[in-house]
């Protein structure tokens, strides 16, 4: 048999995935998938199954549907700051979809696009599938998990030709302030790069306020802004996303949409036009219950030693792992194995969460509670 492609075998599956799969068994407590407990509201499904009773079943443009995109743009001016017309945006299959899309419309093999570090997974592997070379940029724990933009500007090399930014962060929770985001965007511009930045929790959001890259440089072609109604809307499984792009940029985007998925999925555009136009209360009232959970946690952790910032948004928190740990996938399957809590190990995210592993805080309070509780009784034991 001849080979299979090189760069497909080279991507490492997240280490999320790698625990949850080993985790699907009665008693144990999931602190690992970042997947929102909460039911989609109600009118959101109500606005789908008029959509489908309506007749509404067929494939859409591959842009998506034209009121969508006008809602996105109406929502991106007011919420945003992002000035982005109805033909600058595509609607994709999940933030996941709108960031692949960016990456293969700007890497090419040979580039290097910058990540942060510690950061999502799939950053790397949407990179990697592009045959682009990820260079990774710290955040900073002491700093709360800001980047750390003398590193970043001594790794931007000749090859560099995008970078990637988050905001609410997974995995860190950091919400970038103004004088970060000001720093990469003045990089960017000094060295040319297009900026991926994603924004997939920017509804979550309990101290300072998100700020949009691109609402930083009013008119400029560098940007891509991704969002999804997955967060915000407790919306995962209905693979709704979007990106608004540079005007050059959106025929390829849409050429990438006809040639991988056609368009996204007409009921999930429906119900994301449901999302952003109707009532928001469900939005406010799910942001509240991921700021108490975030309170409760900080409180566990922190006596302990376990903690020693605060995020600012999004719903996950890295926890300092106590003494010497080499390997946190270990760390995390035995917790699995001992304990029954599921945990994201730290060096899924980069080099930048050794020591560390990453907790959801999209369960209940009782769950998190006792999940926490086991966690710590291990740390405690084995630090
Ligand atoms: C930082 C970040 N970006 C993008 C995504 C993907 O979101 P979606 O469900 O919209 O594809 C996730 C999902 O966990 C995420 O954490």
Known sequence: MRPINPRVEAV???????????????????????????????????????????????????????????????????????????????????????????????????????????????????????????????????????????????????????IIVNS?????????????????????????????????????????????????????????????????YAMTGWRLGYVAAPAAMVPQLTKLQESIVGCAPVLSQHAALAALTGPQDAVREMCAAYRSRRDLAVELLQPHGLCNYRPGGAFYLLVDLPGEVDDTYDYAKRLLQERDVAVAPGETFGAGGAGRVRISTATSDDLLREGIGRLIEFAVATG
């Open 12 to 162: 490492p599956r997240s280490g999320i995935r790698v625990i949850l799969d080993l985790a699907s068994r009665p008693g144990v407590v999931h602190l690992e998938i970042g997947q929102p407990n909460f039911l989609t509201p109600a009118h959101i499904i109500d606005a789908a199954d008029a959509a489908a009773r309506a007749g509404h079943t067929g494939y859409t443009a591959n842009a998506g549907l034209p009121e969508l995109c006008d809602a996105l743009s109406t929502t991106l001016a007011s919420d945003n700051g992002v000035q982005a017309g109805v033909d600058q945006i595509v609607v994709t299959v999940g933030a996941m979809g709108a960031l692949y899309a960016a990456c293969l419309a700007v890497l090419e093999p040979g580039d290097q696009v910058l990540i942060p570090d510690p950061g999502y997974p799939n950053y790397h592997m949407a990179a990697t599938l592009c045959g682009a070379e990820t260079v990774r940029y710290p955040l900073l724990p002491e700093a709360g998990y800001q980047p750390d933009l003398d590193a970043l500007a001594a790794a931007i090399g000749p090859q560099c030709k995008a």
């Open 168 to 232: 609410p962060s997974n995995p860190t929770g950091a919400v970038l302030s103004e004088a970060s985001l000001r720093g990469v965007v003045d990089l960017a511009e000094r060295h040319d790069l297009y900026v991926i930045s994603d924004e997939c929790y920017e509804k979550i959001v309990f101290d300072g306020r998100h700020i949009s890259p691109a609402a930083l440089a009013p008119g400029s072609d560098r940007f891509f802004t991704v969002s999804s109604v997955s967060k915000s």
